[in-house]
């Protein structure tokens, strides 16, 4: 098995799914306890950015389920982004513990 980077936080990995094991039980974890809800915040891990969920939709090429968000603290009031929802809950995001806005 090769090793690979870790889609999660970056570190090498030899996982047949490019996640470390820590980040696929704090991925479980998560999607155990909160979801992606609308108004939920979440932050990426990598770049510590915070994002707010706008809600659910489907990606058009693959017709999976996929969360629709923004970055709530970007000068220009953030691009609205979609990510499949597994990738969107497997440790690239952290539910953020101040809560949900309106």
Not at 20 to 28: D, F, H, K, L, T
Not at 33 to 40: A, C, H, L, R, Y
Not at 85 to 97: A, H, I, K, N, S
């Amino acid at each position: 098995m090769a090793v690979t980077a870790c889609k999660g936080c970056g570190c090498e990995t030899e996982t047949d799914d490019s996640v470390c094991p820590e980040c696929s039980a704090v991925a479980s974890a998560v999607t155990a306890v909160k979801s992606p809800t609308p108004g939920s915040l979440w932050t990426h891990r990598k770049t510590a950015h915070i994002y707010v969920v706008i809600g659910e939709c489907q990606l058009e090429a693959t017709n999976r389920p996929a969360v629709l968000y923004r970055q709530i603290n970007h000068p220009d009031g953030g691009k609205l982004w979609a990510r499949d929802r597994d990738e969107f809950l497997d440790g690239r995001f952290e539910w953020f513990e101040s809560g949900e806005i309106a």
